[in-house]
C-alpha cells in the first residue's frame, strides 16, 4: 500500500504558477484569445445583474478570486475555474451585453473566435450583443459606472486592478487530460461559491 502511493507521488508532480495581471491587460487577452475555455467548461450563465456586481467590485478596489487556468499547446491559457468571472469582466470592458437578457448564455465551443479575428466579433456572429451600460447602488444614487464613461482617473485605477492568474503545469502529460478534469472537479467542487456575487454594497 505504502509503495503503491510513493509511486503515485513520484510520478504526478503538479504545480502552481501566480501571475498578477492589471484588468485591462488582462481582458484585453481575452479579446485576443489569449484565454480559452475547454470543452468540459459548463456554459456562461451569469445575468446583467451579476455581471454589474462584479464590476462594482472593481469600483470599490475589493478583491476579486483568482483565475485558475492550464496552458495548452498553442500556448492559450485554458479557465479551469473563474469563466464566469472571466467572460463579465470582458463583457464590462467591452460595455456590451446580450439583447435578450434572460437569454445571456453562450457555448464557447459555439464560436469561432480565430476566424473572427477576435472575442467580441466571433460572440457578435452568434449571438446578439448590444452596446450596454452597467450601473451600480451608491446609498439611493443610482450610479453609471460603464467603463466607457468612467472619469478618466477612476478608469486608470482600475485598469491596474489585479487580477490574480493561477497557471497549474502538470509533470505527467500521459495523464494530462484526466489530472486536468480532476483538477476542474475539485475546483468547482470547493471554489463554486465564488462564482456567486454577493451583494454586500448596500448592507
Given at each position: 500500500?505504502?509503495?503503491?502511493?510513493?509511486?503515485?507521488?513520484?510520478?504526478?508532480?503538479?504545480?502552481?504558477?501566480?501571475?498578477?495581471?492589471?484588468?485591462?491587460?488582462?481582458?484585453?487577452?481575452?479579446?485576443?484569445?489569449?484565454?480559452?475555455?475547454?470543452?468540459?467548461?459548463?456554459?456562461?450563465?451569469?445575468?446583467?445583474?451579476?455581471?454589474?456586481?462584479?464590476?462594482?467590485?472593481?469600483?470599490?478596489?475589493?478583491?476579486?478570486?483568482?483565475?485558475?487556468?492550464?496552458?495548452?499547446?498553442?500556448?492559450?491559457?485554458?479557465?479551469?475555474?473563474?469563466?464566469?468571472?472571466?467572460?463579465?469582466l470582458y463583457?464590462?470592458?467591452?460595455?456590451?451585453?446580450?439583447?435578450?437578457?434572460?437569454?445571456?448564455?453562450?457555448?464557447?465551443?459555439?464560436?469561432?473566435?480565430?476566424?473572427?479575428?477576435?472575442?467580441?466579433?466571433?460572440l457578435e456572429?452568434?449571438?446578439?450583443?448590444?452596446?450596454?451600460?452597467?450601473?451600480?447602488?451608491?446609498?439611493?444614487?443610482?450610479?453609471?459606472?460603464?467603463?466607457?464613461?468612467?472619469?478618466?482617473?477612476?478608469?486608470?485605477?482600475?485598469?491596474?486592478?489585479?487580477?490574480?492568474?493561477?497557471?497549474?503545469?502538470?509533470?505527467?502529460?500521459?495523464?494530462?487530460?484526466?489530472?486536468?478534469?480532476?483538477?476542474f472537479t475539485?475546483?468547482?467542487?470547493?471554489?463554486?461559491?465564488?462564482?456567486?456575487?454577493?451583494?454586500?454594497?448596500?448592507?
Amino acid at each position: 500500500m505504502n509503495r503503491s502511493i510513493l509511486e503515485l507521488y513520484n510520478h504526478i508532480s503538479v504545480q502552481q504558477y501566480k501571475t498578477d495581471m492589471g484588468f485591462k491587460a488582462f481582458v484585453e487577452g481575452v479579446h485576443d484569445n489569449l484565454f480559452v475555455i475547454p470543452e468540459y467548461q459548463r456554459k456562461f450563465r451569469w445575468s446583467k445583474k451579476q455581471v454589474e456586481e462584479l464590476a462594482s467590485s472593481l469600483i470599490r478596489d475589493l478583491p476579486i478570486p483568482p483565475i485558475y487556468t492550464y496552458r495548452n499547446e498553442n500556448g492559450q491559457l485554458e479557465i479551469l475555474d473563474g469563466q464566469q468571472r472571466v467572460m463579465s469582466l470582458y463583457f464590462y470592458y467591452i460595455g456590451k451585453f446580450f439583447k435578450n437578457e434572460k437569454m445571456s448564455v453562450f457555448d464557447y465551443q459555439e464560436i469561432d473566435v480565430d476566424s473572427a479575428g477576435n472575442f467580441v466579433a466571433a460572440l457578435e456572429k452568434k449571438y446578439e450583443i448590444i452596446p450596454t451600460e452597467f450601473y451600480m447602488h451608491i446609498g439611493d444614487e443610482v450610479c453609471d459606472i460603464t467603463y466607457q464613461n468612467l472619469p478618466d482617473i477612476l478608469r486608470h485605477k482600475i485598469d491596474y486592478h489585479v487580477i490574480s492568474i493561477v497557471e497549474v503545469k502538470i509533470s505527467n502529460q500521459e495523464k494530462k487530460n484526466e489530472i486536468l478534469y480532476k483538477i476542474f472537479t475539485n475546483l468547482n467542487r470547493t471554489l463554486c461559491r465564488k462564482d456567486i456575487p454577493i451583494d454586500i454594497h448596500n448592507k
